[in-house]
């Protein structure tokens, strides 16, 4: 049996906001589109969720809700300086870690408890040291599976820890609530179910073949679920996960040049996301939404890289290749992650590879300490003049 730590950051966009402004504490913050925008919330802190205001809805409900809040942008260079710092604490524990977000991860410390000390010790370990390091409060949960341990941290939340360690546990935990707590039971499949008359745990527990029978095999996992079966696995980034960013523009943009501006800063964001975590793409998706929301992406595959330059490239030929009409939102996504770059050695090979390595180092090095804009290219800081006019 795994042993699976869960940690989620307490309304992190929004915590970083009010741990560098004190003004900001205590307050209704929600961070996103502003209220004159058309957009949605990022996050925002536990003082706004008390008016009803939650992650993913729409800027204007969220108004409704809360006219008097503090609305604010996101700064997505603060929260990724914050994430690093975090990602580097639980990667004194396990190299086994599945990031879910900037926020957000699941650590497999199965084979790391010995040397440490057991999963509980980790678990309050990695609560107080982000607390010391970066000022901010996470949840924590220790499972014996993924569902279990995401279940554990949302328990006593926010700044919690609990413990879901047996099958057992997890079934005198949820018996008696909705369905919706179940992985992979949303919104659509909990009224599916609602038709059959299975609104909580326990009413799945008692119709699990009508469950079945309604929903196939995703009924059947759902049954597993909710026994507490969990046969997934944290699959670290480089084996299977893709990172991406996107941005929606307030007004459509039917101007390509500047379209490739937009994407020559999300690829050096994106290239600084990696190369702290030591990866390298093979694969870059370019993803467009048009004015009329018609959805596109393009993909193209290559030798492996964690550049700026090789990502807005192959972003910008894939862009060159679409209908030009106006867009809405315009983003990248990385994947086929490695954790080294394709280079093939010879004996006519010279010292350029090597200093370059050394230079990216050397960057990274700065960035790590003073913050991804230390360092800029001539084309990044004319791409960041042209999109501010």
């Known amino acids: 049996m795994s042993t699976i730590i869960h940690v989620d950051m307490d309304a ?3 915590a970083v906001e009010a741990r560098d402004n004190p003004a900001l504490q205590g307050k209704p913050l929600i961070i996103g589109a502003l209220p004159s925008e058309r957009g949605v919330v990022s996050t925002c802190s536990y003082e706004a969720r008390k008016f009803g205001v939650r992650s993913a809805m729409s800027i204007k409900e969220a108004y409704k809700l809360c006219p008097d809040g503090i609305y604010m942008h996101p700064n997505f260079h603060k929260y990724e300086r914050a994430s690093s710092q975090i990602h580097e604490i639980w990667n004194k524990y396990t190299d086994l870690i599945e990031y879910i977000s900037l926020d957000e991860g699941f650590l497999d410390v199965t084979g790391s408890m010995v040397l440490f000390g057991g999963a509980t010790k980790i678990g309050l370990e990695i609560k107080s040291m982000v607390k010391e390091q970066t000022g901010l409060t996470c949840s924590v949960g220790v499972g014996y599976s993924m569902m279990s341990a995401k279940l554990a941290s949302e328990e006593k939340k926010p700044d919690g820890f609990f413990e879901i360690l047996t099958p057992e546990a997890l079934r005198n935990l949820i018996v008696d609530r909705s369905v919706r707590i179940v992985y992979g039971v949303g919104p659509q ?5 609602k038709r059959i008359g299975v609104n909580s745990v326990r009413d799945i527990y008692a119709n699990r073949q009508a469950v079945t029978n309604l929903l196939g095999n995703h009924g059947r ?17 480089a084996k299977s996960q893709s990172i991406g960013k996107e941005q929606t523009f307030q007004q459509d943009i039917a101007d390509f040049d500047y379209l490739k501006d937009v994407l020559r800063l999300t690829a050096r964001e994106l290239s600084y996301d990696i190369r702290l975590k030591g990866l390298f793409c093979h694969t870059v998706t370019l993803k467009a939404t ?22 807005f490239s192959t972003a910008a030929g894939l862009l060159d290749k679409i209908e030009r009409r106006p867009v809405r939102l315009i983003g990248i996504t990385l994947s086929g992650f490695t954790d080294a770059p394709d280079r093939q050695l010879s004996i006519f090979d010279d010292d350029t590879d090597m ?3 050394k230079l990216d180092a050397t960057v990274l090095n700065m960035q790590r300490k003073y913050g991804m804009d230390i360092v800029k290219s001539g084309n990044e800081l004319i791409a960041e003049k042209r999109i501010k006019k």
């Not at 499949?189 to 179910?193: F, G, K, N, S």
């Not at 048009?290 to 990502?311: P, Q």
């Open 355 to 357: 200093k370059g390595e």
């Open 189 to 193: 499949t909990a009224e599916e179910l």
């Open 12 to 14: 992190f966009y929004a």
């Open 290 to 311: 048009y004015k009329d929301m018609k959805k596109i992406t393009r993909s193209r595959s290559g030798d492996a890289t964690n550049r700026a330059n090789d990502i």
């Open 221 to 237: 996992q759902i049954v597993e679920l909710a026994d507490g079966t969990d046969s997934r696995r944290v699959a670290s980034m």
